[in-house]
């Protein structure tokens, strides 16, 4: 039991976790270059743990929930940091980043209120959309570029409006759903398995 538990891609997200204090540390100490470093190590372990998870067979339901946290968690933390480290900028860009938080938030709380537990996607279209907009946040802090961030910002509420969709779509919650038009197909095919009979 404890072997399905510990393994390397649950580590992996467990590490996003723990590092959210340590990032909260960085940004309230003013150390931007030591808080951009833990950003990316996380970053990068968000983007690689459900790979890791696939070429080690060691996917499961337990690992899936708790990557949905460290994604949450991080994704949370990052804004109060920015605030911290970056205030022109968060000020500036005031509207895009409600809309981040909105769209990390409004997704679960639809999950919550149907299925009474933490919705564990992992879209296609959300993936693509964490790596677009990991990139965005470096080019945003480092360069002050912001173009990045604000087409990222706008592909995230199209993925938070796919994550609310599938949830009102789906009878009972499951996880790894790779996209709304997956949904859409399963169910056809269920639908005609049913008028087929036994």
């Keep these: 039991m404890l072997r399905q538990w510990v393994n390397v891609p649950n580590l992996l997200s467990a590490f996003r976790l723990i590092a959210a204090p340590f990032l909260l540390y960085l940004a309230w100490t003013d150390r931007p270059r030591l808080f951009l470093a833990l950003l990316a190590i996380t970053l990068f372990s968000d983007a690689i743990d459900g790979f890791v998870a696939r070429r ?17 968690v991080i994704y949370l933390v990052i804004p109060l940091c920015a605030w911290w480290l970056w205030p022109d900028i968060i000020r500036r860009e005031a509207g895009f980043v409600l809309l981040v938080l909105t769209a990390f938030v409004i997704p679960p709380i639809a999950g919550l209120l149907k299925f ?5 996607y992992h879209t296609w279209f959300a993936k693509a959309v964490a790596v677009l907009m990991s990139v965005a946040i470096f080019l945003l802090f480092m360069a002050d570029i912001a173009w990045p961030f604000r087409f990222a910002v706008v592909l995230l509420c199209l993925s938070a409006c796919e994550e609310i969709a599938i949830t009102l779509r789906l009878p009972e919650l499951r996880s790894n759903v790779r996209s709304y038009w997956h949904v859409i197909r399963q169910d056809s095919g269920e639908q005609t398995d049913d008028r087929q009979g036994p």
């Design 56 to 72: 080690l067979h060691a996917t499961s339901e337990f690992g899936t929930r708790l990557d949905s946290w460290g994604d949450l």
């Design 116 to 120: 009474r537990q933490l919705t564990s």
